[in-house]
């Protein structure tokens, strides 16, 4: 029978090891007398008799851990694992099973008492109750994988850098490292080819002949690996501004800065506050424009939650514009008074995403709105969430109505003003329909030409064997299930092997106003997805079905504030995840279950650098780790793993591109994670 193949991406989804023993150890200090007393003389005895010879303490974080995993990545226990012989490690994990059956009232104090400190210690995966999942992790195949820094397709940094929802279903739809944007600028300014950019040089040069203003606007935040570098980098600032000053003499008075704050892949408030020399970006914006004694060059702030909407909401994208052109907003005199009115609003709970925008005067206390014929350069890098706002200063309405008609959406547009015939520049490719409205481009976005649905159609369709595949998102993740798992093409190469299911996210009516507000709906649409999923995969067309769940990582990055909503979206996502696998299992079809990144397992508004669980679940039980529990497989290998259970490895190794030799050297080419077992084998 032909094999059928379900992944399912659980965005924002990791795991930190220590935190998990953590409560491991603390559940066995917290045991009452009786409980502890009955797990010592039974199980532990069981131990003894089997010649397990190890601790109670342990034996109780390995046998009611649920997720085994963590045991191996543990800073704390680094040393006590790898002294277990295998098949001693293989006794305790098959324990729990049995206990479960014998002592069951013991398990369910234990459980209940993980599930507790877990609440207490403000880590949402372990206090929302998984158990399917938790099954599932520890009954089939389950490899540690690892979706931050050069493995997300980003420089080199300590520390590294986060994965992001972007990259991470580039590298899950790629056979090799899926290469950002970020990385190759940073290649570019070590090169010094960055200052000779024919784009960006040209936006200035343009400035000068126009005798124009230069607009530029960027999300501040960046600087290290693990403080935001999801949209900007803070040494593209610094070198654009090398060019600018330095290379070109710009005058100050004619340069303009919008800056936009963070707080979701930063901090919530790291505009303004330290951790070491760390956050506190708009000090360190203070600082770098004063070094070319353009601190006024500072004429407009605003949070990411207004001028980034990817949801194609009017509201958000009109009050950037107008702050942009008409310099509307909170007036502050200088840009020590703008500090002080962000710190004012971090009173009233208003953090960086939500800042409001806020117009800067000039030392002669005028404001600075974008002019006619003024040049705009756009530093920001990820394409999503700046499609909005760069298709309204190129006044590009009948794209900004075809966006937001697929978010069930209708826009009025009467606030574009559309004599302003700006000349934008763009770091790099947002949306290829900009470039035709006059979007000039620095860093042109190619499809990338290892993506796996790309090659498996074409391949397919070679060898004259059908192949379809199907995605499934909501439409918060749209673009992810779409533009970026496809290896940024809107489009197959191949005709009539796609079909895409967009259900609408929650919205305006059910008071989903801004990312923030998805805590009002932490089921989102998981139900909905997974009805359809199960529909279409009843018809038995298709191959290959992946879907995404986002619950994890919008509600992940709300999880400090609205900590039991978060717990309540995980929840759910194992009722859905039950539904899917156990349909899946009868049908006898495989399923991956996966992640784009880390975000909900910490107590923290941006994602992490914990590395996420991927698990292969398999009717026949039939599928083997190609790793050791301590080893770790990369988002890229997935990929390798389809293919492998669909019986097409070789043949895809022989039609794939020429790996360029920068890959091979970083050892960064996907390798195949699995083995499948043929009958008769073990």
Not at 218 to 237: A, Q
Not at 254 to 265: E, H, S, T, V
Request: net charge negative.
């Amino acid at each position: 029978m032909k094999p059928r193949i379900i992944e399912i991406i659980i965005d924002g989804y990791g795991y930190n090891p220590d935190v998990e023993v953590d409560i491991l150890k603390s559940a066995f200090s917290a045991l009452s007398s009786h409980a502890k007393t009955e797990f010592k003389e039974t199980i532990c005895g069981e131990l003894k008799n089997a010649g397990v010879n190890i601790s109670p303490e342990l034996a109780f974080v390995i046998i009611f851990n649920r997720n085994r995993l963590n045991v191996h990545f543990c800073k704390m226990l680094k040393g006590e694992i790898e002294n277990i012989p295998p098949e001693s490690m293989t006794w305790l994990c098959q324990k729990l099973s049995g206990i479960q059956n014998t002592y069951p009232k013991l398990v369910k104090e234990i459980n209940d008492l993980i599930s507790s400190i877990a609440k207490d210690k403000h880590y949402a995966a372990w206090a929302a109750r998984t158990p399917f999942i938790d099954y599932l992790r520890n009954h089939y195949p389950s490899v540690s994988t690892k979706a931050s820094g050069v493995d997300a397709g980003y420089e080199d940094l300590f520390p590294e850098v986060q994965g992001n929802s972007e990259t991470g279903h580039q590298q899950l739809g790629n056979f090799v490292v899926a290469p950002q944007v970020p990385l190759e600028i940073s290649i570019d300014i070590e090169s010094g080819s960055f200052y000779e950019n024919p784009t960006l040089n040209g936006a200035i040069e343009e400035a000068k002949t126009k005798n124009s203003n230069l607009n530029v606007t960027i999300m501040v935040s960046g600087e290290y690996g693990d403080d935001g570098r999801v949209h900007s980098c803070w040494n593209h600032l610094e070198s654009f501004l090398k060019i600018v000053f330095i290379h070109h003499g710009f005058n100050p008075e004619k340069f303009r800065i919008q800056a936009i704050l963070d707080g979701r892949d930063a901090p919530l408030k790291s505009s303004l506050e330290m951790e070491g020399e760390k956050y506190g970006f708009l000090y360190k914006l203070r600082d770098l424009m004063q070094s070319y004694n353009a601190l006024d060059s500072v004429a407009w702030i605003i949070g990411r939650g207004y001028a980034m909407d990817r949801d194609f909401e009017e509201e958000r994208t009109r009050l950037d514009y107008k702050l942009l052109t008409q310099a509307e907003g909170i007036e502050a005199d200088t840009y020590e008074d703008a500090i002080q009115i962000i710190k004012n609003l971090h009173q009233e709970n208003t953090y960086d995403p939500f800042v409001k925008p806020i117009a800067i005067k000039d030392k002669n206390k005028n404001l600075r709105k974008i002019e006619a014929n003024d040049i705009v350069v756009d530093l920001n890098f990820r394409a999503d969430r700046q499609r909005a706002r760069i298709a309204a200063l190129l006044n590009a309405e009948k794209f900004l109505q075809t966006e937001a008609g697929k978010k069930n959406k209708t826009w009025k547009l009467g606030w574009l003003n559309k004599d302003l015939n700006l000349s934008v520049y763009c770091i790099t490719e947002y949306h290829p329909d900009l470039i035709n409205y006059g979007a000039k481009i620095a860093y042109p976005i190619k499809p990338q030409p290892f993506n796996f649905l790309s090659i498996l159609s074409k391949y397919f369709k070679k060898s004259q064997r059908s192949f379809k595949y199907l995605l499934v998102a909501e439409s918060t993740k749209a673009v992810h299930m779409g533009y970026f798992i496809k290896g940024r093409r809107e489009s197959i190469e191949v005709q009539d092997v796609e079909t895409r299911f967009i259900i609408p996210s929650y919205a305006e009516d059910q008071g989903i106003f801004t990312d923030d507000d998805y805590y009002k709906t932490p089921h989102m649409k998981a139900f909905e997805i997974a009805g359809k999923l199960l529909n279409e995969f009843a018809l038995g067309i298709y191959d290959l079905v992946i879907t995404n769940f986002s619950n994890p990582d919008m509600l992940g990055h709300l999880v400090s504030k609205h900590f039991s909503e978060g717990v309540r979206g995980l929840e759910v996502i194992d009722h859905v995840i039950e539904s899917i696998v156990k349909f899946a299992l009868k049908e006898g079809s495989y399923v991956i279950i996966t992640s784009d990144h880390g975000n909900i397992e910490d107590f923290s508004s941006s994602h992490s650098l914990n590395h996420i669980v991927t698990t292969f679940i398999s009717p026949d039980q039939n599928i083997r780790l190609k790793k050791k529990p301590g080893e770790y497989i990369r988002p890229f290998d997935i990929p390798w793993a389809i293919t492998e259970l669909l019986g097409v490895t070789s043949e895809i190794k022989n039609v794939i591109p020429e790996i360029p030799e920068w890959i091979k050297r970083k050892k960064l080419v996907g390798e195949t994670p699995i083995k499948v077992l043929g009958e008769g084998t073990v």
